[in-house]
């Protein structure tokens, strides 16, 4: 979801701050102004967190995915036949005099009587009837609080992928987008479960913070005159669901009673001292722009007059102001991150009069949300699981070891001092290589000559067949890459005497501009960061290297499933219960070492169990990691799978 003064691509920069400042024994993180929840989420893994927003929509996202530890099982609306909630809501059939309140598709589509663009008028009904029958279902009892804060959150972080907006609610465009026309969607939630209580709250800051108290509070007010509740009127009326009294061509809801005084340049100061004087937590951080209404000046004051002395930091990053499709004056931006310590004793959190202290957390530290994505669809890749497995993997690894590291997908995108990537295919490999040694010139050089000398394109069959020949010949790394590039699926496959034998893809594959950028993308990242790759048996590679503060991750092909790369028709070793046995021999070596590592692997896959894998499984963490290969080329049946990480930390 897109919103001012969103954190995402800063939440690095701030957990570097805290990581810099903190001695890793605290427990209690608060996320005062907490918007979309995107600082929330990251730092859940660590703390029990407490998140706070004065707008309600916010809250509803909070107790969606912070408050949650678990996806819910609605287990009454199972009973009575709804297996899957969202899929329900999103394609139930339903007459429009069927809603019985009808306020989104009266006052934000287009009808006889309203010329409002917002939405196109089918979105509008369907987000109607949703928002009705979740009110519905919680007056009827047949969901629970959590389960109604988990459909709502759903319900409003699908809104804007089909709002007809550039990027605010301030305003509608007066055409239609093309994402306007997509059909309606809610989202599936991550839910990360940390393994404590967290609070979500729907308060006014200055009020709240005299009666919360923990290790850390982050603090990122608005920072201009542009008050919050008119650019997301539209979401809070979704959430509140109150047919409040709109007016002017937005159709803008009051708000006069919910101004804050952070946006109002004679009211900042003060408010921002007052919230900092009753603070009562022990490490302060704070977010600013320097296009804020308060001066770095003014901000170091009030921090300073509240301190320990000697602990005030501020850093400066430079960052990219949101803009939407208009034009505007560009010129630079800048966030600055204040850090002081206060002296506060006591760590606890105040609800409802209730008092506890946190328990320790098991879980780590959040990697940041935009990934790179391998240039190679490389079977059995973990692009699109990348957010939840390192949500479990371990913070600050000395050396990150991928041990069957296919597609790189993981070891270019994971946070470590040093990095190994092995994997037995060589030709994978040594193509990875040339892309880490030669400049991104000479390889887009390269792969136009292949295009050009061989009229390679999506339709052209016959120059494809003889750019397979030629490459049998050469065997040159780039010349490999171009041809997936053309193969049915984009995939790299060889028969047993590794001649390259994939076939065709026709009318679908070519060298598109998306795949140029991913590829110098991935070019420029694994020359940036310190990788090493390795080409061997995994039964080769010496662990005996391995130390402590290491950590080894494991995506060995499955036992229970049949991909190309574990067939033995490929050239390759395949993969059977003596290589599984013996990868798990090699895991509890590593156990005895007291090293950590991971296993992503599939417990059951088209009625099949993996029975081995779940006697060993048993020593340690198993985590499902809710992810089937329903979509899987091999998976011809559809069916899904159970795949699971284990860990032994």
Known sequence: MRFIGSKANLLNNISKVINENTNGKEKIFCDLFSGTSAVSRFFKPNYTVISNDILYFPYVISKGVIENNKTPLFLKLKKNGILNPLDYLENLKFEKKSIKNNFISKHYAPTSKNKRMYFTAVNAQRIDFIRNAIELWKNNNDINETEYYYLLASLIEGIPSVSNITGTYGAFLKYWDKRAYKKFKMIELDIIDNKRKNFSFNEDA?????????????????????????????????????????????????????????????????????????????????????????SVQQIESVLKRHCIDTS??????????????????????????????????????????????????????????????????????????????????????????DLFGGGANVAVNVSAYKIICNDINNRLIEMIKTFQKLSIEEILERIQYNITQFELSKENEFGFKLFREYYNQTRNPIDLYTLSCYSFNYQIRFNNNLEYNNPFGKDRSYFSDNMKKNLIDFCREIRKKEIEFKCMDFEKFNIEGVKKGDFIYCDPPYLITIGTYNDGKRGFKDWGEKQEVALYEQLDALNRKNISFALSNVLEHKGKKNALLEKWSKKYRVIDMNYNYSNSCYNTKRQTSREVLVVNY
């Open 206 to 294: 200055l009020k709240l913070v005299k009666n919360i108290e923990g290790d850390i509070v982050y603090i990122d007010p608005p920072y201009n005159s542009r008050q919050y509740l008119p650019n997301y009127h539209l979401l809070e009326t979704v959430s509140r669901y109150d047919n409040p009294k709109i007016h002017g061509v937005t159709g803008m809801r009051e708000y006069l009673n919910d101004k804050s005084p952070f946006c109002i340049k004679k009211e900042v100061l003060d408010a921002f001292n007052y919230l900092i004087e009753n603070l009562k937590f022990k490490n302060v951080v704070v977010s600013y722009s320097s296009d804020g209404l308060m």
């Open 312 to 401: 005030y930091k501020m850093y400066k990053s430079p960052y990219r102001k949101y803009k939407g499709k208009e034009k505007s004056i560009d010129k630079s931006l800048y966030e600055y991150i204040f850090y002081i310590r206060k002296n506060i004793k006591t760590v606890k959190v105040v609800k409802n009069d209730i008092r506890f202290v946190a328990q320790e957390s098991v879980q780590y530290q959040i990697a940041q949300k935009k990934f790179l994505k391998s240039p190679l669809n490389y079977i059995g890749g973990k692009y699109k699981l990348l957010r939840k497995l390192f949500l479990q993997f371990p913070n600050n690894i000395n050396t990150f070891i």
